[in-house]
């Protein structure tokens, strides 16, 4: 079973930044595409960025583009995901995702997510 735990979620004022982290358990991360999700209370789970199994390939939303920056640490077997600048409209319980081999394939296991609050 691919489980995954996400952490790093928090209440932070607006301009601040945080770093969620996702690790695996009972597997080995390198061998997947990883992604990160969120949901806002009463709105549809968006998809936030994506980085190959090599970390040589990202992608984001153009809605967190310039400020998260997704990296992984195959040794540690945990992907995180750098956000700067944070705005209220990133509140949300955010999700990290095991895609398969790359981020064009659906997710196939999800963590529980971590709430992140933005708010002065």
Known sequence: QLQL???GGGLVQPGGSLRLSCA??????D??????FRQA???????????????????YADSVKGRNTISRDNAK?????????????????????????GCSEPPVSWGRGTQVTVSS
């Open 31 to 36: 061998g997947y595409a990883i992604g990160w």
């Open 77 to 101: 077997n945990t992907v995180y995901l750098q956000m700067n600048n944070l705005k209220p409209e990133d509140t949300a319980v955010y999700y990290c995702s095991v895609h398969g081999f």
């Open 41 to 59: 209370p009463g709105k549809e789970r968006e998809g936030v960025s994506c980085i190959s199994t090599s970390g040589g390939s990202t992608n």
């Open 5 to 7: 735990v996400e952490s």
């Open 24 to 29: 695996a358990s009972g597997f080995t991360l």
